[in-house]
């Protein structure tokens, strides 16, 4: 079953505007990790958040996780047309067994 | 960066034949790998895990004898589609966990089944 929800379902912005994802689950986690795809293609991973942090940053990508709310954010900062694509959260809470299962994904798509 | 190859990439097929797809893990050694199925504008659900030398675990609804999964080497899995019919028709993904990333899984690129 899906555990993540994502929103907002999709997401149009103009180029250089940020755009803001956000992803709730259910259960307790031991990670939540943010992956881009392009349409018809395989998955690139983005970050990789574990339960006792709280903020992490990469390049133009910053996702915050909150426990106590079973929520995730992803911002974008600075939109690229490049960024166009959908984006997905995932949770892992399988006592190591390492399962993601998939929020349903926000379409973001970047206006020229 | 690990890196995660399918095989094929993409395949079209008449109903009631069988489709083996590849899932390789190219620089790293993977005991686990998992299935992953994606309709059109949908997310990943996923299908299964695949366990080097014993026998994958489905998630429930999935049939394990349509869906047989093969584990046979730290670097492959496989997963055939039996006797596959229209509505099998979809993207599969597979994905491995890299330990040595403490968790990062990379994913395949996937493929694309169409069943005719």
């Known amino acids: 079953s899906q555990q993540g929800e994502e929103d907002p379902q999709a997401l149009s912005i103009q180029e250089g505007e940020n755009a803001t994802m956000n992803c709730s689950y259910k259960t307790s986690i031991n990670n939540l990790q943010w992956y881009r795809q392009n349409s018809g293609r395989g998955l690139v991973h983005l970050i990789l958040i574990r339960s006792n942090e709280r903020e992490k940053h990469s390049g133009r990508l910053r996702v915050t996780l909150d426990t106590s709310k079973k929520s995730s954010s992803l911002l974008i900062t600075a939109s690229r047309a490049a960024d166009t694509a959908s984006y997905f959260c995932a949770t892992d809470a399988s006592q190591g067994a390492q399962k993601l299962v998939f929020g349903q994904g926000t379409r973001l798509t970047i206006n020229p | 960066g690990a890196v995660v190859s399918q095989h094929p990439s993409w395949v079209i097929c008449k109903s009631g034949t069988s489709v083996k797809i590849e899932c390789r893990s190219l620089d790293f050694q993977a005991t686990t790998m998992f299935w992953y199925r994606q309709f059109p504008k949908q997310s990943l659900m996923l299908m299964a895990t695949?366990?080097?030398?014993?026998?994958?675990?489905?998630e429930q609804g999935v049939e394990k004898d349509k869906f047989l999964i093969n584990h046979a080497s730290l670097t492959l899995s496989t997963l055939t589609v039996t006797s596959a019919h229209p509505e099998d028709s979809s993207f599969y993904i597979c994905?491995?966990?890299?330990?040595?990333?403490?968790?990062?899984?990379?994913f395949g690129p996937g493929t694309r089944l169409t069943v005719l």
């Open positions: 695949s366990n080097e030398g014993s026998k994958a675990t489905y």
């Open positions: 994905s491995a966990p890299a330990r040595s990333r403490g968790g990062e899984q990379f």
